[in-house]
């Protein structure tokens, strides 16, 4: 049974400001709860139907849980067909402590606005063995709800930060590669093998900001193969063009 | 200014049925409303604001037009945050002729249910000069708002069919490759080099249905360069893995 002021909190959790006010954010569906439970993020609390409870008895027992109907979860679920299954969790601290991950690619978003582009995103990374994600303050943030159902389980196990890029890309080691997506560089088919650097993914409206571009080491394009080049779209979905750069890059350095 | 009668039919042209009965379909925004006045669909109506219009007067002129204010718009919009122009369209015929296009690659979907994914997925073939998209009659429909509203003008350029897979997958020209996005397929950085085939993708949430995968001649796979296997997500987005599959054929063969 769910109570009224729980209501009202898990449905505040929608919002950022609520989310930050209360330090707890909310995972839905199957796949995103079972793979927090395997994080780092504390649980606080997990609502689900009686069916949910007993299909997953070994991965909750001992935790703090909570039998709903489906009309109760209809009530807190932010989705339009809410799942059988809600956990709130223990908002994970998101702020970039200086060191840059130099072992492996990482992304820097620069003012990525719409939720589902910042989650596939994730979820990409997250297939790609990507661990770091470094967002611009300006971009959406990764525990809205929107963003974390399309990470499908993948915000658990990839690192987001939010800083101020500018200073991230001012303070990088000298040989890091900064790759920046853009529409006049070089073709991703001739780049040389590397096995590091930051992938600089600008915004749906702007592509990467003015001030930003000067950090780029090697501007990047993804070639249309296309012959007609008078009549095509300008551009690719932001997502879509990260997933296609990190498979270009690592695909290029073979295993 | 809107009639009330003009109001009601354009908001009920969200929803299929009325598309189908009335035989029209509405696209917003710059980018799409100009791209659908360059392609055969004839438009109906064009709504915009004045600055609009003053912008825009070369590209419309002579066209049925009619001045609206934001406010009016808004009434409209299929989005949460309307654009400058609304245009209406006849409903292009998306019935399969029979002819399959064997001179390129082309895409089926094999019951695409999210209009963003359908939508990308068609921005995607648009980029990589793919000119025929083959979707199941259960995949969503191309004009809904949201998934034009995705392509980004795109769906004025790339030809969606819909049609019983089964059917269009059996009377295909033997040489024809079937590929099959999987997930235990060959690597597709091992792929042969080729020019044409169909590229089969499965639904969000289902993968291929095991009736269309008999007809699938090659089994492919995206590699995640991932070195731990026990720890990572189960599988990509479909339009992510749509894209990566369309730059990994189309960069084997070349230019």
């Given at each position: 049974m769910l109570s009224k002021s729980k209501i009202k909190l898990i449905v505040q959790l929608k919002q950022k400001k609520y989310r930050e006010i209360n330090n707890m954010f909310i995972a839905e569906g199957t796949i995103n709860v079972l793979d927090f439970l395997q994080s780092d993020a504390p649980l606080i609390d997990l609502y689900a139907t009686k069916d949910w409870m007993q299909l997953h008895q070994m991965q909750i027992k001992n935790l703090n849980s909570t039998i709903v109907t489906t009309k109760e979860l209809k009530k807190i679920s932010a989705l339009s067909t809410p799942s059988d299954v809600i956990g709130v969790f223990s908002l994970p601290d998101t702020?970039?402590?200086?060191?840059?991950?130099?072992?492996n690619f990482t992304i820097a978003l620069d003012n990525i606005s719409d939720p589902g582009n910042l989650g596939t995103i994730i979820r990409t990374a997250d297939w790609f063995g990507i661990r770091n994600i470094y967002c611009s303050?300006?971009?959406?943030?990764?525990?809205n709800p929107k963003v974390v159902q399309a990470t499908m389980g993948s915000l658990a196990r990839v690192k987001v930060h939010y800083t101020n890029l500018k200073d991230l890309l001012e303070s990088r080691p000298d040989n890091l590669p900064i790759l920046g997506a853009v529409l006049?560089?070089?073709?991703?088919?001739e780049l040389k093998t590397q096995s590091n650097g930051i992938i600089l993914i600008g915004s749906e409206?702007?592509?990467?900001?003015k001030g930003l571009l000067?950090?780029?080491?090697q501007k990047i394009t993804i070639p249309?193969?296309?012959?007609?080049?008078?009549?095509?779209?300008?551009s690719l979905n932001a997502s879509i063009a990260t997933a296609i750069i990190c498979y270009a890059l690592k695909s290029g350095i073979g295993e």
């Open positions: 702020t970039f402590s200086g060191n840059i991950d130099t072992d303050n300006e971009t959406v943030d990764a525990y006049n560089g070089t073709r991703i088919t409206a702007h592509g990467i900001s000067p950090f780029v080491t249309s193969f296309n012959s007609d080049s008078t009549n095509g779209p300008e």
